[in-house]
């Protein structure tokens, strides 16, 4: 099982600029790839400051010309946000840019005040109609001229330009929960990402499984990879409560998720306040100690027996997920000790 680094920048307030979390979010990518990870992704979300990452393209550009082997993931373009042609040439460029190490993934997007935002009138839960358009037409486009008659968009013969290095395609990822979307990524031939959120082990077979259906149901395609993307912090075995402060940044994180996902109240200047904890009464997941089960949360020791199991059960990449409220110190020591006392143990 090899690993890769899932990073954003991660803005809760005004005392960082957002010059500062570029720059953070440089630092640890140049680790990751010092550390040995294959791959940094970055996604795409808007007007929204705890996940600052309006388009991957220009973050990943960028570290391209900082690093030399670490490949370079979108983790994901947002499908109803991007037309086929724009979608194909800007993946294409990056590919150029970082001679073959571009890896495009693709997501039917979650959140409606994104969608109220960039496609007014298009609910979210209808994004998988543009995502299973889109990504057949990115294809077509990066082999040669391709006209496009479709039920989202239309348009007369057209080819990326530029070409992708890697050749048939650059490699694509599609982020999957449900069966249809398991079945669909491994019919297209794309590898699939998934993310348990709060939900332990259990919810990490579950996905898997349907995966280990959808490529059986698929025969005439080469195996795909499956990529378990989850929140992780690994905290001295010194400090026996390494963890809660962790866990208590990933309760608010998921928090501020569900104000965001729930989409009743009206961001202020990209900022909102995390849902009460009142709320979430009645939903242990969203407990400091519910949390430190779940996420890859832990001593290096504790990481690597969790891990290993991961890797049993047939995962082929593990993403570190930065994301969660810490201070970039944290983020950093944490990621430190990943490098050098836990990936040792799985190469």
Wanted: charge should be negative.
């Amino acid at each position: 099982m090899r690993f890769s680094l899932f990073v954003h920048m991660e803005r809760w307030d005004e005392q960082t600029t957002h010059r500062e979390q570029f720059e953070n979010l440089a630092e640890l990518a140049l680790m990751a790839e010092a550390g040995g990870f294959g791959t940094v992704w970055v996604g795409e979300h808007h007007a929204m400051e705890y996940t600052i990452s309006p388009n991957p393209y220009p973050v990943l550009s960028y570290l391209a010309a900082k690093t030399s082997s670490i490949r370079l993931g979108a983790g994901t373009l947002i499908a109803p946000f991007w037309n086929p042609i724009r979608a194909a040439g800007e993946s294409a460029l990056l590919d150029v840019i970082s001679n073959g190490r571009a890896e495009v993934g693709l997501a039917r997007g979650a959140y409606q005040v994104e969608f109220d935002r960039m496609v007014p009138g298009t609910k979210a839960t209808d994004g998988a109609t543009h995502l299973r358009e889109l990504v057949p037409a990115v294809r077509a486009l990066w082999q040669g001229d391709y006209a496009h008659d479709g039920e989202i968009w239309q348009f007369p013969t057209a080819t990326s330009v530029p070409k992708p290095v890697q050749q048939p395609t650059p490699p694509m990822w599609i982020a999957a929960r449900d069966p249809a979307s398991h079945d669909f990524a491994v019919e297209q031939g794309c590898n699939v990402m998934v993310t348990p959120l709060m939900k332990g082990y259990e919810e990490v077979a579950a996905l898997k499984e349907k995966f280990d259906t959808a490529v059986a149901n698929h025969p005439e395609v080469a195996t795909p990879e499956i990529m378990v993307l989850r929140h992780t912090y690994v905290h001295s075995p010194d400090e026996p409560e390494g963890w809660r402060p962790a866990a208590e940044a990933l309760s608010k994180f998921y928090r501020t998720f569900d104000a965001w996902f729930g989409n009743k109240t009206a961001p202020t200047n990209g900022f909102l306040e995390p849902s009460p904890k009142s709320k979430f009464a009645d939903r242990p997941e969203f407990e400091p100690e519910s949390l430190h089960r779940t996420a890859m949360i832990g001593t290096p020791a504790e990481v690597i027996t969790r891990l290993k199991e991961y890797e049993a059960l047939g995962i082929d990449e593990f993403s570190f997920w930065t994301d969660n409220g810490m201070s970039h110190e944290d983020k950093r020591a944490s990621l430190k000790r990943f490098i050098d006392e836990v990936v040792p143990s799985f190469q």
